[in-house]
């Protein structure tokens, strides 16, 4: 489970966690029935599968709470997502706390080793500041209509978040884990443009670091998050046909990088069309204009 939420295949996760759950139910000290559970929360808010963690979290008694400190940090991670869905506040500021202690215990344990041990849970810290900041506005909608979670985040003002610098200073692996937080709040804002360039973000990190696996995942991710938006007229995002050629060059290098060339050609020539075409619909009705787009595109094929 650990391997496959690192390889960003988060409906396998769910799959195989619930797998054992139902194997696990009615025997309470069946540990890694327990166990999946947590990873099945952790898939959900991935996901944005509301449901789902609203079903998983249901049945935990809140007395849960004051054991937090030694539970596995999903579980309350998992809470204040959940309340965030609710629009409580209070919940959240109370489940990010839980969260933040058992962080801090497990810190503690792996600091006494090593300082290089503690890195994970350095980062899991910074996953809860990111979410605590943006915890105001997921659960207050802002009176600014024009308001834009995406601009807001990567602002380098002193009210913006800076997302792209916070992760340019940590590891490639911190960079990932912060990277999924943030999916899962852009699946929350309801911003699937801010989803997909996210998810484009990892898979060309996980691309550079030649971590294969990893990057065709998320590319794929991003890829079908996107051509999905592109499909639907009503999204009029100027980002939008930049990020959708972007996740296919992407997709394009790392076939390249894995000696797949033929399919790298062909990712590359679809682009090509898929510009051509683009370019032929802001003028339709000038005969001339469409012919001249064509032979271009002829002969970039030849």
């Not at 991003?222 to 296919?248: C, I, P, W, Y």
């Amino acid at each position: 489970l650990h391997c496959l939420m690192e390889l960003g295949r988060h409906e396998s996760v769910m799959n195989q966690a619930l797998g054992l759950r139902e194997k696990g139910a009615g025997d309470e000290n069946h540990v890694g029935a327990e166990e999946a559970v947590s990873f099945a929360i952790e898939a959900s808010w991935k996901l944005g599968r509301w449901e789902s963690l609203t079903d998983l979290l249901g049945n935990r008694d809140e007395k849960h709470a004051d054991t937090w400190r030694t539970l596995d940090p999903r579980i309350p991670v998992g809470r204040a997502f959940l309340s965030l869905c609710r629009k409580s506040l209070p919940d959240v500021e109370s489940a990010l706390k839980g969260a933040r202690g058992s962080v801090m215990h497990r810190l503690s344990v792996a600091a006494r080793e090593s300082y290089g041990k503690s890195y994970d849970e350095i980062v899991q810290l910074q996953s809860l500041r990111e979410l605590e900041n943006a915890a105001e506005i997921l659960v207050n909608d802002p009176a600014d209509q024009d308001f834009d979670l995406d601009s807001h985040a990567h602002s380098g003002g002193s009210c913006g978040w800076n997302w792209k610098g916070r992760i340019d200073v940590m590891s490639a692996r911190g960079s990932m884990e912060i990277i999924k937080t943030r999916v899962a709040m852009g699946r929350m804002h309801s911003d699937p443009v801010l989803v997909g360039s996210l998810l484009l973000e990892a898979g060309h990190r996980a691309r550079k670091n030649r971590w294969w696996s990893i990057s065709e995942s998320f590319l794929s991710q991003a890829q079908a998050t996107l051509t999905k938006l592109e499909r639907d007229k009503s999204a009029g995002n100027s980002k939008l046909f930049d990020l959708v050629h972007s996740s296919m060059v992407q997709l394009a290098k790392l076939k390249y990088s894995t000696g797949e060339f033929s399919m790298a050609m062909k990712i590359l020539g679809q682009q090509r069309a898929d510009r051509a075409v683009t370019e032929m619909t802001e003028d339709i009705e000038n005969v001339d204009f469409v012919r001249k787009v064509a032979a271009r595109q002829e002969r970039c094929l030849l």
